[in-house]
């Protein structure tokens, strides 16, 4: 069994995956002066026959060491995860080598973070850390096939950070 340690979620590890939906950097402010605009943080991407829909996910936590051996991918369209309390939760991806999964890395947001999986990106099942496990998921809904299985041979575990 490999051990793949958690890394802190930063959008400059997590770019080759997706994006990281956070309030920082610059800014401007909107409803008079009330509120910042972090504008345009996603790249979303719904495919040619695909349009953007909102799901709310209810997953059950898990704790941490956390084993697993599945991934999948959308190769049809983005997908955001919006966590709907201020909690940690786990990211497991892994990059594309030949339309295979290569050795997963694991990334553990701070609570305050969403990501965005770009079209295609090799992903872990949502993994929250803590109750209530809600998120708001914004992905493709269209009329192909947008979901891709992979099971590697040997369980990887991800230990407490």
């Not at 890394?7 to 950097?25: I, K, M, N």
């Not at 936590?61 to 940690?88: I, K, N, T, W």
């Not at 099971?151 to 991800?158: D, G, K, L, N």
């Amino acid at each position: 069994m490999s051990v793949i340690a958690p890394e802190p979620l930063t959008a400059e590890a997590f770019a080759p995956f997706g994006d990281v939906l956070e309030a920082t950097g610059e800014f401007r402010l909107i409803n008079a002066g009330f509120c910042q605009r972090h504008h345009d943080r996603a790249r979303l991407d719904f495919g040619p026959e695909g349009r953007a829909g909102i799901s709310i996910f209810k997953a059950i936590p898990r704790a941490l060491p956390y084993e697993f051996d599945l991934v999948e991918r959308h190769p049809e369209g983005s997908q955001a995860f919006v966590p709907m309390s201020a909690d940690p939760f786990l990211i497991i991806v892994a990059p594309d080598e030949g339309d295979r999964p290569g050795r997963p890395r694991a990334f553990l947001s701070d609570g305050t973070q969403a990501i965005n999986f770009h079209r295609g990106t090799w992903h872990g099942v949502l993994t929250p850390l803590h109750a209530p496990g809600l998120f708001a998921v914004i992905d493709r809904i269209g009329p192909t096939p947008n979901l891709e299985e992979h099971r590697y041979p040997e369980p990887f575990t991800i230990p407490p950070a």
